[in-house]
Structures are given as C-alpha cells and as structure tokens.
C-alpha cells in the first residue's frame, strides 16, 4: 500500500468522521415541534408563552450558535426575552462586535474618522433585529421565530453559514407576551365553536393593545422601554425587520418602499436602505414563487411613533402578511379581494404589485412560509451587502454629528428643568440615546434663562430624533384625482413638546452657550399614595369597559394609574383615590354607586349602546346600555353624579340624555372636513376650575392655580360643540370651559387639518347641568395614547372638581 494511498484513506476516514460528527450534532438541534408537539403554522395549534420561552431555552442549550435571556418582566410579570444568534465565533467575539457598532453610530469617537471607519466597517457584522408579535392577534410571527431560529441553529447550507458569518441576529419572539397568552387562551376556549377565530373580547395588551406600536417615541409602556433600553440602545442595529399581519382581503405581503410621505427628519440614506433592501427582498420572494406582493403602498413612513430605528441609523423594514382567522384558515374569493391607499388594487396587476393571487384558501401555514421567506431574503441581503450596511449606518451617523452654522438651528433650549412637563421631555430625549447638557446663564431672545439651563444640540448622532419630536410638522395636503384626501396609515401630527406641553427653543448655530458643571438633581415625579398615610375617606374614579376592546380605555387606565399621585392632589390628603373598570352588567344592574366620577373613553355611540351582536360572541359578551343601562345613567345623574364623555362617546351623551348641543361636524364629507390625528389649538373662556393648572405639576405642596388662556387639543374622529338654542335662556344649566380660535388660521399647531374654518369658534370642551349631577364633555381626547400631559391636567380637573 503506497504512503499516499494511506494517507488519502486517513484523510477520508477523518472526513467522514468530521460528517458524521457534525450531522449528529445537527440531530441534536431541537425542532419547535419536538416541544411543541407541532410545528408552527400548523392549522389551529397556537404556543403558549411557557412553551415559546421552553422552546428557546432548548435551543440554546442545544446550539453552539444560540444565546437566549431574559432582560426584564413585562406589564403582567411575565419574562421579557430576546435571542442572540450567529456564528460559534462571533457568539465568543460579541462584546468587541458591540463595541465596533457603538464606533460607527457615533464618528466623533475616532481620531482619523474615515480612516478608522475603514478598519471597523471591514471587521464589524451587520447587526440586524427581528422583532415579532407586537400586536398578538397577528400569531404568525411569534410562531415564526422559532421557525427562522431553528433554521440558523440547525442548517448547514452555505447560504445560511454565511448569515451566520457575517451577521449578528437579535430576535425577540414577542414584544407582547402577555398577549400571546390572552389569545391563546381566547382561541382555545373558542375552538370548535361558532366563535372560532374572532379577537378576544379584552385588549390583548393590558393598556394600550394594539397601540403598543404606536409607542417608540414616548416609552410609555415597559416593553417599549426594555426594547428601547436593551436592545436598540444596547446594538445599534443596522436593520430592524418588524414583522406583521394585515388584513385578509388585501394583498398578500406588503414590503417597502412605503408610500409618500415620508418624515422630513428621515435621513436619505435611511430612505434609500429601506428601498433598495425592500425591493430586494420583493423581487426575490416573486422569484421563489409568492404570489400577491406589494410595495410602494398601504403604508408610509411618516411617524417616529412606530419607527425608532429610522431616528437611531437603522433601515426598518414593516413586513404585513395577510391574515387568516387567528390560526383558523379562510377563503377568500377572488372578487372579495379589495385595494389600499398609493393605488393598490388586489385584482390587478402594477408596477407596485405582483403577481395577483387569484383567491383561494388561506392558512396560518401560508402565514409563516412568506414570513420565514420574507426573513431569510432579508438575512441574505444584510450578509451578502455587509460592509455597504455599515458604511451606510456610518455615513448617517457622520452627517447627523456634522457642524451646524450660522443661522442653522443647532439647538434646542428646554427651559424650565423643574417643571414636570420639561423634565418629562428631558427624560424621553435621554432615553432615546439623545445627549443633554446644562450651561451657563445666559440671554437670548430678550429672555434670561438660569444656570444649569437644558440645552439640546443637534450635532450628535440622534439630533434628527430631536427635531421630530419638538418640530412643527404639517402634513401635506394630499388628495386624489377627484379631490378626496388620501387617508395617512396612522395620525398626521408627532411633536411630542407640544402634546407634553413643554417649552422648546430653537437657538442658531451662530449663539454659543459655555458648558456648566451639572449638580445632582433629583426631580419628585409622583409622591407614594398610602405609605403611613391613613385614610378617612375614598373618592372612585370609574371607567366604563365595554366587551368591545377600546384602546382609549385602556390608555385613560394606564393614564390614570401611572399618575394616581399628581391626581391625588386635587383632592384632601386625607381621601384616598380608586381607580376601576366598570361594565355592562354593573351598569345594567345598578350595581355602580360607589362611582364618584365615571369616565366613558373615547368611543363610538353605536358600540356603547349595543356593544357586539349576537352573532358576533358567546352570549356573556353581547349587548351594551341600551335601554336598562342609560335609564340608570340618568338616574346616576340626577342623585348628583358626575359623568365625563371623552371624544366620540360625546355624541352617545348629547343623544341620550337630550343635551340642547349640536355636533357640528357629524356628517361632514371628507372633501369638506378631514382632520386625520392633529394637534389643535383651543382657547379657554372665562374662569372655569376645569381650565386651571398647578405651577408645579408634580409638587403637591404648591396650591398656586393659575387660569389656562389656551392649550392643545389632540383632534381625532372628533366632534366639535355648538349650543343649539339661546345661550342666555340656558346659562345655569351650561359652562362652556375651550373654543378653538375664531381665525381658522389659527387653529392648527401641528398636522393637518382640511376644513379648519368649520371648526372656527366652537366649543371644545364643554359642562353641563342635568338634576344635581353634571356632564362634561371632551371634544377632544385629553389622555392621547399617554402621551398628551398638556391636557391631563383638565381631565384631572375635570374628576376633582
């Protein structure tokens, strides 16, 4: 036998063992549906939570490639978690790969800045976040993730070794958990039943349901915040892949680009990332045989409300699969299948869509192939285009650290750091990464401002953020070819100073400040309700909860709770304030006289009179008040109780209860009136305790009041108020407290508002007496989303008063 005979037999043997070795590592990657008991979009089989996190932990256990944890609890306790996946090699290298990332996102940190940029753009990895289940109805993603993790931990093409190579993979299964496990456990208790398929009858995230991603500029809630704090802030991702599920009846997968507009504070590379990858990845799923893909409409890219990572240097890419019934099939007929807005017709093929799907049946399993589809086609374009995705990411962060001149705006002042709002501003600023400083005393604009005064440069990686939030933006007036307006995806208005009600100066690059050394300065946000406190009497704020999940409920809850102790203050420090729901059958049964005060949010009269039909849900969850429900109302009223209709629960109160008030734009076409989510300008008349604001929001021990002469208004299916008969005649049996200005022109701050002059000098905020209770009503929502404190002050004044 010749020497290299034997030596090619030793190197056979030797790889055959190595193949051997590593397809007996790959049996042991655990399939979901080894713990499952099923495979992820199989028809109507949903994980729990438990099962999801067990799943992970597997799989981390399991794989060389996996790193799973746990970074915090969400609203309801349960563990908040994300996975880290990529190459055995980078997985031992992460902290120096983090560390590159943090180099790039801010050039003021090199000495020779392209030099060095050179050196970290050819060692670094694009870092791309997957991030799934925000809205927990839309159950293909969460189950999707472990679809798309066991594939990297398990597969051995080259295709996927490369994603390995050359990304880091930050995947979090669920930004919701909780709700995983409230419609799961709707789905089930539904199964088999005429129900199956239908949306919990409870928002599917304790507050703010679906509305959880409409929260990544004000950080509302605690998974908004571990997201932000942990992850974003922590890696700095180059691509964000938010993965989604639309309605049934639409195009099958909408990928970028979005459609017009877009937020001017976008950077263009942000625009041109999300277009080229978009497009990349449409033209590969068509490639690979889906059907029905769309771009270029539906949504846009107009609010940092649900994009932080376009302010933060990171392409985010909104995948939106159509839906089936929860995990339920359906089918829908090919006449059945309708448009969207930029020009969508389902039926028909366009530049913007193809190839049509001609209708059929559709399943959950069709759900997570053009997801784990749609996720690897990304993955394989941030691999294939590493080093452009990072010279991309430190190109943005070049010219956003750039050098403002002359009569540039380089900065913003927030003058009053104690004051509650400001200092409400200052801390979502610094949660966003923003960097603040304190200076000197200094003059400007004829004003004196202290030392140790907020300043806000705009030189820095994240100042595009900071003008998004504290700028006035108008909308553009766009309508189509007949004239109608085209409807934004979301609202039209995001400055975040103004819904805070919080000072903001611009200040010219050519103004320069001198640095202050900043003391340690603790700011008393809320003072503890009941610790050593002893309470002699109880004051209860009830809010009504229909079985007909309202998102305004559930924000005026968190609103109210979050803030229990500023609303305390209107009251003796010796009363203690509860907060509770209150429903149907305890308004039905007249079982709500403990109610000090009773808050109807913001909803439609149609659904607090008659809630879901019979057709619709098991039996328990059918009705609302009519009839038994508003006669109590009425009796509620006339023993001197107090109820206050916030928004569109105004029209229910003017109707049932015979208000001499008049809904002015009720019934107004499109063309003449359309005010899509904007801020607006109100006016207060004369003195009204509604109308009044503590100097010191936050300080319990300053009882200063000072009367309100204007403030904001948030504008959204709105109604606006007109006293339909003599004034005089009815002048102790009403107050009106705000009016919108006289001058159209006046009236919009921020957003867009067509028709403004139909709202010029009506109330929009208003009281009424009826026996010895009374009604307010809110023309407005004063409790925006959590997010407008300008206003919380008049609900609060509203419910102490």
Not at 577 to 601: G, Q, Y
Not at 614 to 639: F, I, R
Request: neutral net charge.
């Amino acid at each position: 036998m010749s020497k290299n005979f034997l030596r090619i037999s030793v190197l056979s043997g030797l790889c055959g063992l190595i193949f051997a070795l590593s397809v007996f590592a790959q049996t042991k990657i655990p399939a979901p549906k080894d713990v499952l008991g099923f495979t992820p979009g199989e028809d109507r089989k949903l994980a729990s939570w438990a099962q999801t996190i067990d799943y992970f932990k597997k799989l981390d256990a399991a794989s060389d490639r996996v790193i799973f944890e746990e970074i915090g609890k969400t609203t309801l306790g349960k563990p908040f978690v994300y996975a880290t996946i990529s190459s055995p090699k980078n997985l031992k290298n992460l902290k120096s790969y983090k560390w590159i990332n943090e180099q790039l996102a801010d050039p003021r940190k090199f000495k020779s800045v392209d030099l060095a940029a050179r050196r970290f753009i050819k060692d670094g990895k694009t870092i791309v976040l997957i991030t799934c289940g925000i809205h927990s109805t839309e159950v293909g993603s969460y189950l999707s993730s472990m679809l798309i993790a066991e594939r990297l931990a398990a597969a051995a093409d080259p295709e996927t070794q490369k994603i390995l190579d050359e990304t880091i993979v930050l995947l979090v299964p669920s930004l919701n958990p909780d709700g995983v496990d409230i419609v799961k456990n709707w789905y089930d208790k539904t199964l088999g039943t005429p129900f199956e398929g239908t949306d919990p009858p409870e928002l599917y995230h304790k507050y703010v349901g679906h509305d959880n991603n409409r929260d990544w500029y004000a950080f509302t809630q605690v998974e908004t915040q571990l997201t932000v704090d942990k992850i974003h802030n922590a890696w700095h991702p180059q691509i964000v892949h938010d993965i989604h599920q639309q309605g049934s009846n639409g195009a099958r997968l909408f990928l970028p680009p979005y459609m017009v507009p877009v937020e001017p504070n976008v950077p263009r590379q942000i625009v041109e990332g999300f277009t080229e990858l978009g497009s990349f990845m449409a033209d590969d799923l068509r490639k690979k045989g889906l059907q029905g893909i769309t771009t270029n409409t539906t949504y846009d890219a107009w609010t940092p409300a649900r994009a932080y990572s376009h302010y933060h240097g990171g392409v985010r890419i909104l995948s939106e699969t159509a839906s089936a019934r929860i995990a339920s099939p359906v089918t829908i007929k090919f006449e059945d299948l309708r448009g969207a807005s930029g020009g969508l017709d389902a039926k028909k093929e366009s530049p913007n869509f193809s190839p049509v799907w001609k209708g059929g049946e559709w399943k959950l399993k069709d759900i997570t192939n053009y997801m784990t589809t749609g996720a690897f086609s990304l993955l394989k374009h941030a691999s294939d285009n590493r080093e452009k995705w990072l010279s991309r990411f430190y190109s943005i962060g070049k010219e956003a650290t750039r050098p403002r001149k002359g009569s540039e705006t380089a900065a913003y002042i927030i003058p009053d750091n104690e004051r509650y709002n400001e200092f409400r501003l200052r801390s979502v600023l610094e949660r966003g990464g923003v960097e603040i400083e304190e200076v000197e005393a200094f003059e400007f604009g004829g004003r004196k401002f202290k030392s140790e005064t907020t300043i806000v440069r705009l030189d820095q990686p994240y100042g595009n953020f900071v003008k998004a939030l504290v700028s006035p933006t108008i909308y553009p007036n766009l309508l189509d070819e007949s004239g109608q307006p085209i409807n934004p995806y979301d609202v039209t208005a995001h400055n975040l100073s103004m819904l805070f009600g919080a000072e903001v100066i611009p200040v010219p690059a050519s103004f320069k400040f001198r640095k202050s050394k900043p003391k340690q300065q603790e700011m008393l946000l809320s003072s503890p309700i009941g610790a050593g406190r002893k309470f002699s009497n109880t004051f209860t704020v009830c809010i009504y909860k229909s079985f007909v999940p309202s998102m305004d409920e559930g924000w005026t809850r968190w609103v109210l709770e979050d803030e229990l102790s500023i609303l305390s203050n209107r009251f003796p420090y010796s009363t203690q304030v509860v907060v509770k729901s209150i429903t149907n059958p305890e308004i039905n049964d007249n079982l709500f006289n403990s109610c000090n005060r009773i808050i109807f949010p913001d909803q439609s009269q149609k659904t607090i009179l008659e809630g879901y039909e019979k057709d619709q849900m098991p039996l328990e969850y059918v009705g609302g008040l009519k009839g038994k429900g508003v006669e109590n109302l009425k009796q509620y009223l006339e023993k001197g109780g107090a109820i206050i209709f916030l928004n569109q629960s105004s029209d229910f109160a003017i109707e049932q209860f015979n208000l001499p008030v008049k809904n002015v734009v009720k019934g107004l076409s499109r063309k003449d009136f359309f005010v899509p989510g904007s801020i607006l300008r109100i006016k207060f008349d004369a003195f009204h305790p509604i109308a009044t604001l503590n100097s010191k929001f936050a300080d319990s021990e300053n009882r200063s009041w000072n009367q309100l002469k204007e403030s904001i208004a948030w504008f959204e299916n709105s109604p606006a108020f007109e006293i339909k008969t003599d004034p005089l005649a009815l002048a102790n049996n009403f107050r009106i407290i705000a009016s919108y200005p006289k001058n159209a022109n006046e009236i919009l701050l921020s957003g867009w508002a067509l028709g403004a002059e139909k709202l010029a000098g009506k109330a929009a905020l208003v009281e009424f007496t009826l026996g010895k209770g009374k009604i307010i009503l809110f023309g407005f929502r004063p409790q925006y989303r959590g997010q407008s404190l300008a206003t919380f002050p008049l609900l609060f004044n509203a419910i102490g008063n």
